[in-house]
């Protein structure tokens, strides 16, 4: 009965390989985030969508593509890995016009 | 750009003390302000949040203040336990930017038994 789920929640892969996080809420939120997570614990917004719909779209390489299949999901991808995207990757979720965020476990993604 | 700025970066406090985090913003339209607690291995928990039209919410052992004036706020944690020991994020809402927050660096709390 998780809120907000992620998978997997460790992703070790090789430079230049292409991944796939998978986030999904029960909560009937209507927008949905991403967040990275670095080393240093510093928490920075990435992706936001509402209903689908991209709205937030914060300076992150173009290697980074978000979709959302529907509200309840949202994927991310990302081409040709390289070593500084090894972070924790967070997604959230929230109700619509409503401002309260709630958290995945996290993915820890290790670039080698 | 707009930024949050929290302090300290870590604290330790014997069991029972009072712990006190405090953040300051840039946004004069910022109206939104929660509080997250992470602990080791999983993801920011919401604790506590405050809207710009209240000065001060508790609940329980936390409560948050707002100052909207000089643009800053705190968290407040008493009678602190063991289990209280985490790395706390406050955060601020960016103007009419869709839900988008900016978060504080970041508190490490340890509580000693």
């Known amino acids: 009965d998780t809120a907000v789920s992620q998978t997997p929640k460790y992703l070790v892969t090789q430079m230049g390989n292409d991944k796939s996080i998978k986030c999904e809420q029960n909560?009937?939120?209507?927008?949905m985030y991403w967040y990275k997570q670095d080393s240093k614990k510093f928490l920075k917004i990435m992706f936001s969508?509402?209903?689908?719909?991209?709205?937030i779209n914060e300076t992150v390489p173009n290697r980074f593509s978000p979709k959302s299949p529907d509200k309840a999901h949202l994927n991310l991808h990302i081409n040709s890995l390289e070593l500084g995207d090894s972070a924790v990757y967070f997604c959230?979720?929230?109700?619509?016009?409503?401002?309260?965020?709630?958290f995945g476990p996290g993915t820890r993604l290790t670039v080698t | 750009g707009e930024n949050v700025e929290q302090h300290p970066s870590t604290l330790s406090v014997q069991e029972g003390d009072s712990a006190v985090i405090k953040c300051t913003y840039s946004?004069?339209?910022?109206?939104?302000f929660p509080w997250y607690k992470q602990e080791l291995g999983k993801g920011p928990q919401l604790i506590i949040d405050?809207?710009?039209?209240?000065g001060e919410k508790k609940d329980q052992r936390i409560a948050v203040t707002l100052n909207k004036t000089a643009k800053h706020f705190s968290l407040h944690i008493t009678e602190t336990q063991p289990e209280d020991s985490a790395v706390y994020f406050c955060?601020?809402?960016?103007?009419?930017?869709?839900?988008?927050?900016?978060f504080g660096q970041g508190t490490e709390l340890s509580v000693k038994p």
């Open positions: 909560l009937g939120h209507d927008t």
């Open positions: 969508y509402n209903n689908k719909e991209l709205i």
């Open positions: 405050i809207r710009s039209n209240v």
């Open positions: 955060a601020a809402s960016i103007g009419n930017q869709g839900g988008k927050l900016i």
């Open positions: 946004d004069s339209a910022s109206n939104y």
């Open positions: 959230a979720s929230s109700p619509a016009g409503i401002d309260e965020q709630y």
